[in-house]
């Protein structure tokens, strides 16, 4: 079936590009008075003033965007959004001045939501986690990477994988999953014999069953060291799983350098770094990816992403939706942190969110094997946003980034 949408204010994130660095993070394609194509679940063309030729008329349906923008969907590349019940009371903990690391070593945390999760019944627990990615939809999310890790054994960390693999075949969003078997070391194991447990059981029992796409780490001080994340990433790949990595939330970590040196898609969090990360990750295939909304939650430092940049790396933000860290999955507000507390220009902040986030999950059109999201380009996935009248350029998203903006979500072709 093939769709026109008229009457387009603003059409924006026009590329044809798999992501962005440097100075063209700067850089949105745009298309004024526009039109665009779909066929089907893709993108089949679009034009604009200042292209000759008008829309085309041989259509089976229409919309009307009302002078709108339409954007491509925002991208999500790490979130933990399944998790059973609630971490509300460590919220109060927070308040009280307690940090993230010492609520973990008080056993709540990671470990807090692995108790709760072994409680769960995978129904129960798809149900839950079901509803959070439909609110993510609602706010114009259009492909999630999920990642386990509240399990800590390898049932229940098989049984959050399997509800991913049921999540992805529910809705239309595009889904990517990420083992993190490596989240923390349960109570009743030291780590090295879980580091073990992970490479020779629970790796190949994901593996046996497809899974997952990636393979992750949290490394950091007082979870697992760059010998055990390397230990895991090399595992991981013998097994067909990309590496992505948790690095440098709360420490210098050296998790950038081992990343890098194993091939990582993306390293996530980087709220502290130097310029020995800069140097490592320039010129690399790998995905600098901070995530403001758990520096906005924790109070911790936010990531220098405007200093990546000048130095002419790339860089996505993702949510990390999660119950303990970032419990919020709006990646409109993580758009505007980007801009209002890491000073990105929302040029910047809209390519950290759409196309950039896109890559960091292996979904820039490089893979046969995956879809392409994330950008205006003529066989991509017909992932988008219709904003409301009134929304016509990109900073008015940041800026009033609490009024309503969406008219329209459209994901893979069909109107939310």
């Known amino acids: 079936m093939k769709t026109l949408i008229r009457n387009i204010g603003l059409l924006a994130g026009i590329t044809d590009t798999p992501r962005k660095e440097g100075a063209a993070m700067s850089e949105v394609g ?37 002078g709108g923008m339409v954007l491509p969907a925002f991208c999500d590349s790490h979130t933990h ?26 056993g709540g945390g990671i470990l807090n939501s692995a108790g709760l999760l072994h409680a769960t019944s ?26 386990s890790g509240y399990g800590l054994s390898t ?54 069953e497809g899974l997952a796409d990636f393979v992750d780490v949290f490394c ?17 790949a013998r097994y067909g799983l990309r590496p992505k990595l948790h690095a440098n939330q709360l420490h210098v970590s050296g998790g950038v350098q081992v990343g890098v040196a194993h091939g990582a898609l993306s390293v996530d969090h980087l709220e502290r770094t130097t310029d020995a990360e800069i140097a490592c990750l320039r010129g690399t295939a790998t995905m600098p990816t901070m995530l403001p909304g758990a520096s906005f939650f924790l109070r911790e430092p936010y990531g220098n992403a405007a200093g990546f940049i000048r130095e002419g790396l790339g860089v996505a933000l ?23 507390q890491m000073r990105l220009t929302p040029e910047q902040a809209f390519n950290a969110v759409t196309l950039n986030s896109a890559y ?46 969406i008219s329209k979500v459209i994901l893979k072709g069909r109107e939310l």
């Open 30 to 66: 745009c298309f004024r008075n526009a039109w665009l194509l779909l066929d089907g679940d893709r993108i089949a063309d679009f034009g604009g003033e200042v292209v000759e030729g008008d829309a085309p008329s041989a259509v089976d349906r229409e919309i009307d965007a009302g």
């Open 81 to 106: 959004v399944v998790w059973a019940g609630s971490r509300e009371l460590e919220f109060e903990d927070k308040i009280r001045g307690l940090s993230y690391a010492e609520i973990a070593a008080r």
């Open 122 to 147: 995978e129904d129960e627990l798809y149900r839950q986690s079901l509803e959070r990615v439909r609110e993510m939809m609602a706010c114009g999310t259009g492909a999630i990477e999920i990642k």
């Open 155 to 208: 049932e229940d960390e098989l049984k959050m994988l399997r509800v991913i693999r049921r999540i992805s075949e529910t809705v239309p969003a595009v889904v990517r999953s990420t083992f993190l078997g490596a989240h923390a070391v349960p109570r009743d194991m030291t780590r090295e014999d879980y580091v073990s447990k992970v490479c020779t059981e629970m790796i190949p029992a994901v593996a046996a």
């Open 220 to 236: 950091e001080e007082g979870f697992f060291t760059v010998e055990d994340t390397a230990r895991i990433l090399e595992t991981g």
């Open 318 to 340: 993702a949510s990390d939706y999660n119950p303990g860290s970032s419990p919020a999955g709006d990646m409109r507000f993580v758009m505007a942190l980007g801009c209002i």
């Open 360 to 405: 960091a999950m292996g979904l820039s059109g490089e893979q046969a094997s995956a879809p392409a999201v994330g950008a205006i380009s003529r066989g991509r996935l017909a992932n988008l946003i219709v904003t409301r009248p009134g929304f016509d350029t990109l900073g008015s998203i940041a800026y009033l980034y609490q009024t309503p903006f």
